[in-house]
């Protein structure tokens, strides 16, 4: 079985971050994520996600996301429901995220690019790694990555690709 979900879109406000009575940092956002189609009309639609982050990765998620940021976010998808205050049984999808990657620079942050696992925040932060590793790396950043915001096209012959 796999339940796996790779997102990317752009935060419709600032992650909220709670603590649970234990200490367990929690952060929550929703992800504006375009569909690859227009609809009969022409216009492109958006889904909305709720995204969880926990502990460490998602104390650095409040810290460093913000409303309008581009992000990537791994995870699995959860189902659970609720009764709301008048009673009603609510059922909420949202993905619980294990890594994220911011993808553009913020404006006050002067960088970007951390990554983490959220198995106890084991994968560190930072990474150029992309999705999935186990990255230890501290304190990189976009300038470390020589293809962000060249502009310029790669060039690379069909004899050098492995597919």
Wanted: net charge negative; charged share 25%; hydrophobic share 35%.
């Amino acid at each position: 079985m796999l339940n796996r979900i790779i997102l990317i879109g752009r935060l419709t406000a600032d992650p909220e971050l709670r603590y649970t009575p234990t200490g367990t940092a929690v952060a929550s956002f929703t992800l504006a994520v375009d569909r690859p189609r227009a609809n009969q009309q022409g216009e492109r639609e958006t889904d909305f996600i709720n995204i969880v982050v926990w502990q460490k990765l998602g104390e650095l998620c409040a810290q460093y996301l913000k409303k309008g940021r581009l992000a990537a976010v791994e995870g699995r998808l959860q189902i659970r429901s609720y009764e709301n205050k008048e009673g009603q049984r609510v059922r909420v999808a949202e993905v619980v995220a294990d890594n994220v990657r911011f993808l553009d620079r913020g404006d006050s942050t002067g960088g970007g690019g951390f990554e983490g696992s959220g198995a106890g925040f084991g994968g560190g932060f930072g990474g150029n790694q992309g999705f999935g590793g186990n990255n230890n790396k501290r304190g990189s950043n976009f300038d470390d990555d020589p293809f962000v915001d060249d502009g310029k096209p790669i060039d690379i012959s069909d004899d050098d690709l492995p597919f």
